[in-house]
């Protein structure tokens, strides 16, 4: 939930002013960071398990200010999109994500595809699947390459967000649901929705060896998955232990510091040519 929002409730105390200060201020630098070029991508490796082979890249954005300093995505993400500036960076990290792609292509690294978090604000916009289109075409990136992934908590209309879907499924990419098992209605969206992936949130794989419940969880999620036809990645694999219990319900890709933290380009380039 929102912790700003919630402040303002009836009978909560006066909002924090510094912690309102920040807000505004990374709004405000926030404005101008494309510009001024302060965005960065970084890649985390999607490795399937059988051939210890990078079959993907997840890009997660990365934002550092002269003035506000290092700001976690988990944080300025909200303030983007609450403030609408959401549609202009989601549109820049798309456009990165698929040029750099496209480029590791043409310099013959192994095809991979990249997957992009999309917010729920962009996925909301009608124009997306357009915008999507003309940077494909542009880049030159196949979209069988791209992958897009969203969150359980989208808060349109089933019917809608299935048609937003099915256009973009028309334009040739796939689409992962994140951090699956999270929301209320992941099964809904599952059963309602034309998804090609699940990505199980790393709050199930943490210490899977030891919980009960969450091996049950997991395993019977892989088995569900199986059964719809879904590709299933593991998110937030840590440890040897974790990646055995995965391997052993027969769990394919996974992701997570063990292989590798998201890092930059020039790092994953070094891999991948290692790689290759
Ligand atoms: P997410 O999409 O679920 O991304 C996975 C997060 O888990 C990343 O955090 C990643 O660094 C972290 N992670 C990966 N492996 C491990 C692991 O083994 N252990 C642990 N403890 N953590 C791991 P990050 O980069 O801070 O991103 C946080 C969230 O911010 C993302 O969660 C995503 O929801 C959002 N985000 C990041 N980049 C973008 C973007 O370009 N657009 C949008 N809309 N959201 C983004
Ligand atoms: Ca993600
Ligand atoms: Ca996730
Ligand atoms: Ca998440």
């Not at 990365?62 to 300025?76: I, K, L, M």
């Not at 915008?131 to 075409?137: G, P, R, V």
């Not at 879907?165 to 990419?173: A, F, Q, R, S």
């Not at 210490?207 to 009960?212: D, E, K, P, S, T």
């Amino acid at each position: 939930s929102d912790g700003y929002m919630d402040s303002m409730q009836p009978g909560a105390p006066l909002i924090n002013g510094a912690l309102l200060q920040r807000r505004m201020d990374i709004e405000l630098y926030l404005r101008h960071a494309i510009m001024k070029k302060e965005f960065n991508l970084v890649y985390q490796p999607v490795v399937d398990i059988s051939t210890n082979c990078v079959v993907g890249l997840e890009c997660l954005l990365r934002w550092d200010n002269d003035n506000v300093g290092y700001v976690p995505p988990s944080e300025f993400i909200a303030i983007a999109e609450e403030s609408g500036l959401i549609h202009e960076i989601g549109e820049w990290v798309l456009r990165e994500a698929c040029r750099q792609n496209r480029k590791w292509q043409l310099a013959g690294l192994p095809p991979m595809f990249v997957a992009v978090n999309l917010s729920r604000k962009q996925f909301n916009d009608c124009r997306l699947s357009g915008t999507i289109a003309a940077i494909l075409e542009e880049t030159g990136l196949e979209p069988k390459y791209l992958e897009l992934e969203i969150t359980e908590s989208l808060s349109v209309e089933a019917r809608l967000a299935a048609d937003t879907l099915g256009k973009l499924k028309e334009l040739g990419l796939r689409i992962a649901m994140d951090d699956f098992g999270t929301g209320y209605s992941s099964l809904g969206y599952l059963r309602d929705l034309p998804m090609d992936k699940i990505k199980i949130d790393q709050s199930f794989i943490k210490g899977l060896q030891h919980g009960q419940v969450n091996a049950i969880i997991v395993s019977t999620m892989l088995t569900m998955a199986k059964q719809l036809n879904l590709a299933v990645v593991a998110e937030g694999v840590e440890t040897e232990e974790e990646l055995q219990v995965l391997r052993e319900y027969g769990c394919c890709f996974v992701q997570g510091y063990y292989y590798s933290k998201p890092v930059e380009v020039r790092h994953i380039e070094e891999m991948l040519y290692q790689l290759a």
